[in-house]
């Protein structure tokens, strides 16, 4: 009796595992939307006001003439002394 529930346990845990390593339809991922320089700027500006270090991050974009680094995101971080 124990072999046969713990089988079944098993099985049903395995069953889950599956189901967690499913690819994920690319349907569902967004453009990402780059920031406008002033965008930037402004964001930037509030770091520094807040004595911190603004730290931009940017993501690679295919154009015309090549890969641009397009900025995506402006994070606050504490100066390392």
Same mark, same amino acid.
């Given at each position: 009796?124990?072999s046969a529930l713990l089988i079944?346990?098993? &099985? @049903?845990? &395995? @069953?889950?595992?599956?189901?967690?390593?499913?690819?994920?339809?690319?349907?569902?991922? !967004?453009?990402i939307e780059g920031m406008s320089?002033?965008?930037?700027?402004?964001? &930037? !500006? =509030?770091?520094?006001?807040? !004595?911190? !270090?603004?730290?931009?991050?940017?993501?690679?974009?295919? &154009?015309?003439?090549?890969?641009? =680094?397009?900025?995506?995101?402006? =994070?606050?971080?504490?100066?390392?002394?």
């Open positions: 009796m124990k079944a346990l098993l &099985s @049903g845990l &395995s @069953g889950c595992a599956m189901l967690a390593n499913a690819p994920v339809p690319l349907s569902s991922v !967004k453009k320089r002033d965008q930037v700027i402004e964001a &930037s !500006k =509030q770091c520094t006001d807040a !004595k911190l !270090k603004p730290v931009v991050r940017y993501v690679f974009q295919p &154009s015309d003439f090549g890969r641009i =680094q397009t900025p995506i995101d402006v =994070q606050c971080e504490t100066y390392r002394y």
